[in-house]
């Protein structure tokens, strides 16, 4: 196949692990006979420093002409001190999902048997835990109107979704569901908001079509107490932007580590795929950042964007064979010398072209 991917490296450890999945999808293209183009965008503090602006048009314009987008990471420690900054680097990721229209965003959380230890939780609570959040991405509080009084002594933010917005990710999720355990659990606050009133109305009307899956609802507090009390109960967590937010980093430590977990955002134009951690500017540039979950990214990519099912099942293996073999950057690593970033990403190339 003959595919054009962007790449926008990001921030903090972005570009070293960006740098690590490109080279596992260069090995790919070279085993697998496939054409990747590549082509590098600016995003974030690193494209505000360069351009003024965190979402430059030369950088959409490149995801509009791309078929898949691999993203690192975004957030600098000097706008986070800064509430008055009038630029942010987490606006132009909020931007480049609005305007790409990447509603659904789809966080996998797995456990890998050897790393069970390291989770907060016990063992027999986690064995189980194969679950995946489906996160509304491009609506919700995130998005409403916002503001201050004249008087700057009070502030606010709208949440609002239509049916539209509602129905179009819920199909998302009951066919992710019809895929695995067929369990689907609506995440809201019926209970309080209205929006959340109009998520369980038009869920309800869109489960008619699929009758084959379960569905229950839960409210976000509970929900969030029964990730950490029973996660194993759940199959596919669908839930609005900012619920999905939060649950998604609360189940991505389930695992042990948040550095091992990719994700998927869909929509109207090209996907984009990215590593659910942050930025980490504490490690940027000492090549000791993870880039499995880079990785991990790349393979949904292959599979989810070009449907390059073979591919990616061997990044996915490799990746296994490594967090099997223990030898990991130091983030997972017991061992006195840990591995580098750059060790990383040669060893999951010599598992590939051992193959
Ligand atoms: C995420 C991040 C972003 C979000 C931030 C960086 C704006 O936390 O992708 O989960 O809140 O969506
Ligand atoms: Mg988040």
């Known amino acids: 196949m003959n595919k054009k991917i962007a790449v926008l490296p990001g921030d903090g450890i972005g570009p070293e692990i960006i740098l690590q999945a490109v080279r596992v999808l260069k090995c790919i293209a070279q085993k697998f006979h496939h054409e990747f183009e590549f082509n590098y965008g600016l995003i974030g503090a690193c494209a505000i420093d360069k351009t003024g602006v965190p979402y430059p ?12 987008i691999l993203f690192g990471a975004i957030g600098d420690p000097k706008y986070d001190n800064d509430p008055s900054a009038k ?15 990447l509603f659904a965003n789809i966080r996998p959380v797995e456990i890998y048997p050897s790393l069970m230890y390291r989770s907060p939780l016990k063992e027999e609570k986690i064995k189980d835990v194969n679950l995946v959040v489906v996160r509304e991405l491009t609506g919700g509080i995130y998005f409403g109107e916002k503001g201050r009084s004249e008087d ?15 129905s179009r990710i819920a199909h ?23 929006t959340s009133r109009l998520w369980r109305e038009t869920v309800s009307d869109i489960y008619s079509s699929y009758p ?28 609005e ?20 977990l990719p994700s998927g955002s869909f929509g109207e134009k090209s996907p984009l795929f990215e590593p659910i951690h942050g930025s980490y500017p504490q490690a940027a540039g ?11 990214s790349a393979a949904m990519l292959l599979h989810d964007a070009f449907g390059a099912i073979k591919e990616a099942e061997i990044i996915k293996e490799a ?12 983030d997972l690593s017991d061992k006195k010398i840990s591995c580098t970033t750059s060790e990383t990403g040669d060893k999951i190339i010599e598992y590939i072209l051992s193959r």
């Open 286 to 296: 000492k090549n000791i950042a993870n880039p499995l979950a880079a990785i991990l």
């Open 172 to 194: 998302v999720a009951f066919k992710i569901a019809l895929g695995r355990k067929r369990h689907l659990t609506l995440v809201d606050k019926a209970n309080v908001l209205e």
């Open 319 to 330: 990746c296994k064979s490594i967090i099997e073999s223990g030898n990991l950057t130091e």
């Open 152 to 166: 700057k002594l009070s502030a606010y933010d709208n949440c609002a979704y239509s049916v539209s917005e509602i």
């Open 87 to 101: 630029v942010r680097p987490e606006q132009g990721l909020l931007k480049m999902r609005k305007e790409l229209g």
């Open 57 to 68: 048009v030369e950088t959409h314009n490149l995801c509009l002409a791309s078929d898949a």
């Open 212 to 239: 084959e899956v379960d569905l229950d609802f839960l409210f976000v507090d509970n929900a969030a107490m029964q990730l950490v009390t029973n996660p194993s109960k759940f199959d596919v967590i669908l839930t």
């Open 241 to 260: 932007n900012m619920f999905g937010d939060i649950l998604s980093d609360e189940a991505s430590v389930l695992s042990g580590s948040i550095g091992l």
